[in-house]
């Protein structure tokens, strides 16, 4: 028969003294409550903390066995940043980390933990029990949602660095998933030296699903999971960095919400932002009817994920569930092939806005 404590450790893999279940960071010390989920070097728990009222947070343990060297470092470090950089926009639609702490062990590797926000559900909680429940969500909620992913989406599109013209560091070039960073001339900044000023560096979440999307006490939607958030815009010159990117969104970009130009990122192109309004039409459609537009032809058709995407090939259900047309021409608004042709974040954000008005 199994004691109750190889039972709790089945649950808590990666704390070997299980006989006090308690994490500290930065002097602060969190009970370990269970198991949330994991995946590759990293571990999700639910903790609480005593002496603020057993309030629960979400606890991220990241593994780097190789330490600083460690590709799975070099990544948390840039999504501890990613955690801070928005704070200054002060919107409640981002996920940002409480607390940090990095552990050097041993035998040389390192231990990252990240303190968030714990949130219960998640978007694709309420679509999962949505479709097996044969349910539906209600446009105005739709839109509710909507409106507030897109004001995540406005802070990380039209996010503003402050800093030094000629301070271009290494940091820069990993936020740029390693292709070389641009030059102070391609920014579009002044090169008088040393002057402080604010510069657009567009930012892209990279994988929009409404399984990142949580739902906060108040429910409004809040963008979480920020290891794939990077800078928007790359000119893709060669070969190498074209494979590079299309290795980065096979790893960080979930295949049913992924744009087009991101499955085999060509050679002499942009990538902007406009990904993240593609992946913003899929998840509006999985609100409207259950899946992404292109999981939904491969389950009922059998199609090939990859080519239906390329060919921008999907439909809208004969039966639409009573949702208006202007709802769902914000789904196809976003689903355009061609990236320059899909609206901005901005446009959306007036039209959904709009349409809340005529309800």
Request: hydrophobic share 35%.
């Amino acid at each position: 028969m199994e004691t109750l404590l190889t039972v709790f450790s089945k649950c808590l893999p990666c704390f070997p003294d299980l006989s006090t279940p308690y994490v500290s960071i930065n002097n602060a010390k969190y009970k370990i409550i269970r198991l949330l989920g994991e995946g590759g070097f990293s571990y999700v728990y639910l903790v609480s903390h005593k002496s603020n009222n057993n309030s629960q947070y979400a606890l991220k343990k990241i593994r780097c066995p190789f330490g600083s060297d460690d590709e799975t470092f070099k990544n948390a470090m840039k999504e501890i940043k990613n955690y801070h950089r928005f704070s200054n926009s002060k919107t409640p639609y981002i996920i940002q980390s409480i607390d940090e702490t990095i552990i050097n062990e041993n035998d040389g590797s390192k231990t990252i933990y990240i303190l968030l926000p714990y949130f219960e559900n998640s978007l694709q909680d309420i679509i999962t029990y949505n479709v097996l429940n044969d349910l539906t969500m209600d446009e105005d909620e739709i839109l509710k949602i909507f409106i507030g992913v897109c004001r995540g989406l406005q802070a990380m599109h039209k996010f503003k660095r402050t800093g030094r013209t000629h301070s271009t560091t290494n940091d820069d070039e990993e936020e740029d998933l390693l292709l070389p960073a641009a030059s102070d001339d391609e920014d579009g900044v002044s090169a008088s030296n040393g002057t402080e000023l604010q510069e657009l560096t567009p930012f892209a979440h990279r994988d929009i699903k409404p399984a990142n999307v949580m739902l906060s006490a108040e429910g409004l939607p809040v963008l979480v999971d920020l290891g794939s958030c990077s800078k928007a815009n790359f000119s893709i010159k060669n070969r190498q960095q074209a494979l590079t990117l299309t290795d980065f969104a096979q790893e960080h970009c979930t295949l049913p919400y992924r744009a087009p130009e991101l499955l085999d990122v060509a050679t002499n192109t942009e990538i902007t932002e406009k990904t993240d309004i593609w992946s913003l039409g899929c998840l509006l459609y999985a609100c409207c009817f259950g899946f992404s537009p292109f999981e939904k032809l491969e389950i009922e058709q059998g199609a090939n994920l990859n080519l239906a995407i390329s060919q921008g090939n999907y439909s809208i259900p004969q039966n639409n569930k009573g949702y208006s047309d202007e709802l769902i021409s914000l789904i196809k608004d976003c689903l355009v092939l061609d990236s320059l042709k899909r609206p901005s974040v901005d446009e959306l954000l007036d039209k959904a806005l709009e349409l809340t008005r005529r309800q």
